[in-house]
């Protein structure tokens, strides 16, 4: 189904309102992470809620340590040899 500029505006609607709403500001270092979660609400909007909790704890995988969440490998360059 191709989508129409109306399913567009209805896009911009919900993204407006998860940020303004929920968000209250977006950063762009986590702007693929806020994304991901505005496709993933948008994609079960026909969902009821306990589906949609259901669906979204059935993908979770192991544990998630704040560590995790927040270190930022850096690759640091090797000084020339010579």
Do not use: F
């Not at 059935?58 to 340590?65: A, K, M």
């Amino acid at each position: 189904m191709p989508y129409t500029s109306t399913r567009w505006k209805a896009l911009g609607a919900c993204s407006n309102a998860q940020v303004y709403g929920i968000h209250h500001h977006i950063s762009v270092k986590h702007l693929d992470a806020y994304l991901g979660e505005m496709c993933y609400r948008y994609g079960r909007r026909d969902m009821e809620e306990g589906e949609r909790v259901n669906d979204l704890l059935g993908r979770v995988e192991g544990r998630l340590t704040y560590k995790a969440l927040t270190h930022v490998e850096t690759e640091v360059p090797e000084a020339p040899k010579g």
